[in-house]
């Protein structure tokens, strides 16, 4: 091969690599995505089932990672999951450790002012996990001097507690099954947390707690996003209303909560996924 050709292919191959570049950098912004060689890394806590977990191998499964794979697909780069605690996932999407949050987090207007957010792709809503025995029917019965309310750091429920319950004691906890047990052992009168978790908890300690599920604060999840990242937010929208149309979430719910989807049918309430 001449000189003239290798210097040829040599500057074919130098714009296809600088085309490569720029098309992720458009993508994704200025952001770890770009410093991963086109990699988008997803941030979630994988300690809420059956949506971040992991497997007997230690590996991230659940609702929120195949969702964050089929992403990937469309987008057409790699996924990688990036465990993190609830609370660490908006400062560590906002410094670029992080490209996307898929952790089952609810688009609040609080949330908003930090970062962007998709299109939901869930709608839930606040309920209650109460002591069997407890006298309590809503929310309007725990806020009264002497009773306890267990929340999670960083969640709704905790900036509800914070905001509108001014006479229970609010018991802030950084674990889900900390909260739960709290009611378990009678020490709180109620554990605040979206509707299918809520109904799990209760059918795993059905002796001891009653799940009150009718929802008195209407929610959404969707996919946080880096503020000024318009081009990957569009990009996002577009696949969530395609994998919607193609039965992607009616698929998930199947092979993740099929129990709860027969289970919410015969107590009368909305599947939202």
Sequence with gaps: MGTETCSRSFFQGAII???????????YGSSAATENNGMLIVGMELAYPPFEMTDTKGQPTGVSVDLAKALGTALGVQVRIQNMA???LIPSLKTGKIDLIISSMTATAERAQSIDFSD?????GLCLLVRKNSP?????????PGMTVA?????????YARKQLHYARVLVLDKEAAAVLEVVQGKADAFIYDQMSTYSNWQRNPMTT???????????????????????KTRINV????????GGFEKLGDKWLKEQKLQFKRLGYQFFL
């Design 239 to 246: 696949f969530l209303k395609e994998y919607r149309a193609k």
């Design 120 to 124: 939901p792709y869930l709608h839930t």
């Design 17 to 27: 690599c600088l085309c490569s570049l720029l098309i992720v950098s458009v993508l």
């Design 151 to 159: 929340v999670k750091k960083g969640t709704t429920g905790h900036t």
């Design 210 to 232: 009653r799940a009150i599920l009718k929802p008195f604060q209407q929610e959404s999840w969707a996919i946080g996003i880096r503020k000024g990242n318009d081009p990957l």
């Design 136 to 144: 309590v029917l809503g929310i309007s019965d725990l806020d009264k």
């Design 86 to 88: 609830f609370d660490g």
